[in-house]
């Protein structure tokens, strides 16, 4: 195929990757090595470090205080994240800033390119941008690369490349059509990250079995939160989970840097991540959408009392388990707005309601999308009144180009509580 038939505009070419494989997820690395090997991926590393994080949460913020470090520390940084809230740009960060279209269209011209060199390999479009995001990694050769793994972490794309530190945050049930239902299996799939002899990351107090059997097995060196290492209580607070900040410390020493007791500090006191508890005004944000993350939100919600009500924005997708979270957060919650989401994997809103009510809970008011519902919600809240908007990422991505577009005075640094954070 000539260059000339390749897309023009990151919108069609994403419209195109969207299209061309027969599923959305096909876990397996065979069709990826192809692929990366074609691209030259494998010749070498990509960075001067990498650090992979894999896990059923904490994943993105572990990510973000890790590049957070990097850079107070002064150096130059890759970070792969997946998914996006609002723009696919997000995905790929290069020295903080967001990747340009060009950059990712460049990424993937190469990665057509080298499907189509020889017996044509079909690829998903995670598999397509990962290794677009590789590539670009790769030709900018940083002193640090970060890279998430999308599902999973032993057939995931981002395994392709051996990590000089991996990661394991949590691991708890999601995506339970694919990982199953089996927390040894699914701490023994996630754990596919490490590599032998060198070190394993540790991030959650409660880890299966699984997850160091598998580090003896290669003979991997395992550092553990609560045994190894701990949260430092002289540091500042980054508004992210301690643990993932705890981690994200150990992995960035582990990975050869000298770490500067300032530049931590000034790390850890500027880290943002975009939709984890992040405030704006009355209004709160999170991904959550399984039971683990919203029995951590209901935690810092009770944690920090409002004088009016806590309303909660619930929308999620089919095959997430809805009785779960909403048991989970009900604690923290006075009244619900449930909402539908776009596509075929969407739950609906009376769904959602239907499951609210049957665990007593009280549902205000259904709308055909996170907009709709928001737009209601900010018609009838009080001024001490606040909102918590999880479910998923297309939740929280919605409501966040809403609040963005009609609702820009809502967006200070403050919620009813008090706090000064807007994380």
């Known amino acids: 195929m000539s260059d000339a038939a390749l897309p023009t505009t990151l919108d069609a070419w994403l419209a195109r990757l969207e299209a061309a494989h027969p599923v959305g997820i096909d876990l397996g690395l065979e069709r990826v090595a192809e692929v990366a090997r074609r691209m030259g991926l494998l010749e070498g590393p990509i960075a001067e470090r990498v650090i992979t994080v894999a896990g059923t949460n904490g994943k993105g913020?572990?990510?973000?205080?890790l590049e957070a470090l990097a850079r107070a520390h002064g150096?130059?940084?890759?970070?792969?994240?997946?998914?996006?809230?609002?723009?696919?740009?997000e995905r790929l960060r290069l020295d903080g800033e967001e990747a340009s279209d060009a950059t990712l269209m460049a990424?993937?011209?190469?990665?057509?390119?080298?499907?189509?060199?020889?017996?044509?390999?079909?690829?998903t479009y995670f598999e397509v941008g990962t290794l677009g995001a590789l590539w670009a990694i790769a030709r900018r050769?940083?002193?640090?690369?970060?890279?998430?793994?999308?599902l999973g972490g032993r057939l995931d794309a981002v395994n392709v490349i051996d990590p000089d530190v991996a990661i394991v945050t949590t691991v708890a049930q999601d995506h339970a059509a694919f990982l199953g239902t089996d927390l040894q299996q699914i701490g023994r799939e996630k754990?596919?990250?490490?590599?032998?002899?060198?070190?394993a990351v540790l991030g959650s107090?409660?880890?299966?079995?699984?997850?160091?059997?598998?580090?003896?097995?290669?003979?991997?060196?395992?550092?553990?939160?609560g045994e190894d290492f701990d949260w430092d209580p002289a540091l500042p607070d980054p508004g992210l989970p301690l643990d993932n900040a705890a981690?994200?410390?150990?992995?960035?020493?582990?990975?050869?840097?000298?770490?500067?007791?300032?530049?931590?500090?000034?790390?850890?006191?500027?880290v943002r991540l975009p939709g984890r508890m992040q405030w704006l005004g009355q209004w709160c944000l999170d991904v959550g959408h399984n039971p683990h993350a919203a029995s951590y939100l209901a935690g810092r919600l009770a944690a920090r009392p409002c004088a009016g009500r806590t309303w909660a924005l619930l929308a999620m997708l089919g095959d997430k388990d809805a009785d779960g979270v909403i048991e989970a957060l009900a604690p923290a919650v006075d009244a619900w707005v449930t909402a539908t989401l776009a596509g075929e994997r969407a739950r609906s809103a009376a769904d959602l309601a239907g499951r609210l009510v049957g665990q007593g809970a009280s549902v205000a008011h259904q709308a055909a999308s996170p907009t709709a519902a928001a737009a209601w919600l900010a018609e009838r809240l009080a001024p001490e009144d606040?909102?918590?908007?999880?479910?998923?990422?297309?939740?929280?991505?919605?409501?966040?180009?809403?609040?963005?577009?009609s609702a820009p005075a809502r967006q200070t640094e403050a919620d009813p509580s008090g706090s000064e954070e807007a994380r």
Request: proline share 6%; hydrophobic share 50%; aromatic share 6%.
């Open 386 to 405: 606040r909102v918590l908007v999880c479910g998923s990422f297309f939740t929280v991505g919605e409501v966040l180009e809403w609040l963005a577009l």
């Open 247 to 270: 981690t994200a410390l150990k992995a960035f020493e582990l990975a050869g840097v000298e770490r500067d007791a300032d530049a931590c500090r000034r790390a850890l006191a500027e």
């Open 141 to 150: 050769a940083p002193d640090l690369a970060i890279l998430e793994v999308g």
């Open 75 to 89: 150096l130059s940084t890759a970070a792969y994240t997946s998914p996006h809230l609002i723009r696919y740009n």
């Open 205 to 225: 107090r409660e880890l299966p079995a699984s997850v160091r059997q598998v580090a003896a097995e290669l003979g991997a060196p395992v550092h553990a939160i």
């Open 107 to 123: 990424g993937f011209a190469a990665v057509e390119r080298a499907r189509l060199d020889g017996e044509p390999v079909s690829l």
């Open 61 to 65: 913020s572990t990510v973000a205080l």
């Open 191 to 199: 754990a596919g990250i490490l590599r032998p002899g060198r070190p």
